[in-house]
Nanobody, 124 residues
Framework: VQLQASGGGLVQAGESLRLFCVAS????????IAWFRQAPGKKREGVSL????????YYIDSVKGRFTISSDNAKNMVWLQMNSLKPEDTAVYYC??????????????????WGQGTQVTVSS
């Protein structure tokens, strides 16, 4: 299994970024794909998840209405559109693969596999 994340960068508050995760080595429709983030000194936390089979999406409260997760199963790709970015969104962002139906998907134990991180920095 390989997960390749990209798209991070430095932006000002209120601007947008799109993160990409290209996956290989597993059947996309059988898993859930999530984006996590980890800020310095903080736990890694789930941000958003999409089910590979039915496209259902989930978000943590702090990003609802600002972030949108989408997927293209034919291309084994997931992306995270992040709008109205805030300084508190600054973190290393990771894509991860785990089982569908995992109730606490937003904790790091959800993930069976991790991609490498991509840095997102939002200046005020």
């Amino acid at each position: 299994v390989q997960l390749q994340a990209s798209g991070g960068g430095l932006v000002q508050a209120g601007e947008s970024l799109r993160l990409f995760c290209v996956a290989s080595g597993f059947r996309f429709n059988d898993y859930a794909i999530a984006w996590f983030r980890q800020a310095p000194g903080k736990k890694r936390e789930g941000v958003s998840l999409i089910n590979g089979s039915d496209g259902h999406t989930y978000y943590i409260d702090s990003v609802k209405g600002r972030f949108t997760i989408s997927s293209d199963n034919a291309k084994n790709m997931v992306w995270l559109q992040m709008n109205s970015l805030k300084p508190e969104d600054t973190a290393v962002y990771y894509c991860a693969v785990g089982p569908m139906g995992y109730s606490n998907w937003y904790v790091a134990e959800f993930a069976d596999y991790w991609g490498q991180g991509t840095q997102v920095t939002v200046s005020s």
